[in-house]
C-alpha cells in the first residue's frame, strides 16, 4: 500500500499525517519537534511511504536533514504557490497537513529547492556578512544625519571612518553630540573586522566553481558579489529559461493584466532577495565603470524614474549572468545594452 506523509511544522511542534492512495488517514498526531519524535511516528509506516512533504518555513533546515538521512524521500512544499480550496469552512494544521499530503499523493505539488546541506552553512556566512554590512550602513548614515542636523557638514563614509574623537569634539561641541558619534563610529569599526573577518573565512572555505568563474568577467561583479551569486543561486540548472533565473532574483514586473488594463499586483517579494541585492550592487558598479553601460542608464533615466532604470540595469546584468553560468559564454556588452 502506497502512502504520502505531509508535515505542518511549526516553531515548536509539527504535526504528522500520512494518508493513503485512497485519500484516507492511517495516522495523524502532532509532536513536538524534536528528530527523534518525528521519526518515531513515522516509523511504522515507512516502508510503504513514497514521500514526505515539509513546508518552507524559516526553521525547516533541521527537519528535512533529518528525514533524508532516515532515508525518506522529501520535497519542500513551496508556500507560495500552495492555494487551499477556498469552500473549507474549517480549517487547522491537521488539514493543512493533509492537505500537503494529498497534493503529493496528486502529483500536484508545487515544490521549492532543497539547497545541498554541505554548502548551506558558507550560504549562510555570506548572508550573515550581508547583514553586518546593512547594519555598518545603518550608522553611517546616522552619523551623516547628526553631522548634517547640526553642523551644516555633509561628510561622507570615508571621512567618518577617519574621524578621531578629538576631531569629532571639535566638529560637535555638545558631548551628548559628540558621545553619540562616537559610539557609532565603535559599532561601525567592530563591525568592519567582523566583516573582513567573515569574508577572509568564505575564500578560505569555497572558490568559484567552474561554472561560475566566468562571472568575474560580466561588468561589476567582483569576488565578493561573484560567490554571493554562485551561493545563492545553487544548481544553475534548476532553472529552465533565462525568465526564470531573472524573476528568482526579482528582477522582473509582477503586474496582473487584463485587456491591456493593470487589475492588480502579484507577489513582488517572491523571490531571493540576496540575488536582488547582489545584482543592484553590480548594477552600481556597472554604471560606475562601464560606459556603454551608463548610457543605457542615462536613457532609462531620461524616461522614467531613477531607481527603475537602476533596476533595468540590473536586469540585464542578471540575464547576463544566466548566459555565462549555464551556457559558458562570455559576457556580450553589445548585445545586452543596445
Known amino acids: 500500500m502506497k502512502l504520502y506523509g505531509g508535515l505542518d511544522l511549526h516553531a515548536n511542534n509539527t504535526v504528522v499525517v500520512v494518508l493513503n492512495e485512497q485519500d484516507q488517514v492511517v495516522s495523524q498526531q502532532r509532536v513536538s519537534n524534536e528528530l527523534a519524535l518525528v521519526l518515531k511516528a513515522l516509523a511504522p509506516y515507512q516502508p510503504d511511504i513514497q514521500g514526505l512533504v515539509v513546508e518552507s518555513t524559516y526553521n525547516w533546515y533541521w527537519l528535512v536533514d533529518g528525514l533524508m538521512a532516515a532515508g525518506y524521500i522529501v520535497h519542500l512544499a513551496n508556500t507560495a504557490a500552495i492555494q487551499s480550496y477556498n469552500g473549507l469552512k474549517h480549517t487547522d494544521d491537521h488539514s493543512d497537513a493533509r492537505w500537503l499530503a494529498h497534493l503529493l499523493r496528486l502529483g500536484l505539488l ?22 553586518l554590512v546593512r547594519q555598518r550602513t545603518t550608522n553611517l548614515l546616522g552619523m551623516q544625519n547628526l553631522f548634517a542636523r547640526n ?73 565578493i558579489l561573484a560567490l554571493t551569486i554562485m551561493l545563492e543561486t545553487g544548481e544553475i540548472r534548476r532553472f529552465p529559461t533565462v525568465g526564470d533565473f531573472a524573476s528568482y532574483c526579482r528582477c522582473v514586473g509582477s503586474t496582473q493584466l487584463s485587456n491591456g488594463r493593470c487589475k492588480g499586483h502579484g507577489n513582488t517579494k517572491n523571490g531571493n532577495k540576496y540575488l536582488a541585492w547582489a545584482f543592484v550592487e553590480a548594477a552600481h558598479f556597472a554604471i560606475r565603470y562601464n560606459a556603454q553601460i551608463r548610457r543605457f542608464y542615462q536613457r532609462k533615466v531620461a524616461k522614467t524614474h531613477r531607481m527603475v532604470a537602476l533596476k533595468a540595469v540590473a536586469h540585464k546584468l542578471a540575464r547576463a549572468c544566466y548566459h555565462v553560468m549555464r551556457v559558458q559564454v562570455p559576457p556580450d556588452v553589445n548585445r545586452a545594452f543596445a
Not at 110 to 131: C, F, N
Open 110 to 131: 508545487p515544490t521549492g529547492y532543497i539547497y545541498p546541506k554541505a554548502d548551506r552553512a558558507v550560504r549562510d556566512l555570506m548572508r550573515k556578512r550581508s547583514q
Open 151 to 223: 553642523t551644516g557638514i555633509g561628510l561622507n563614509s570615508n571621512r567618518l571612518k577617519q574621524l578621531t574623537p578629538d576631531a569629532v569634539q571639535q566638529l560637535l561641541p555638545d558631548p551628548d553630540l559628540a558621545l553619540a558619534v562616537l559610539s557609532n563610529l565603535a559599532v561601525v569599526r567592530c563591525l568592519d573586522e567582523h566583516i573582513a573577518a567573515l569574508e577572509r573565512v568564505v575564500k578560505a572555505r569555497v572558490n568559484l566553481h567552474p561554472a561560475f568563474q566566468p562571472l568575474l568577467s560580466v561588468d561589476g561583479i567582483g569576488l
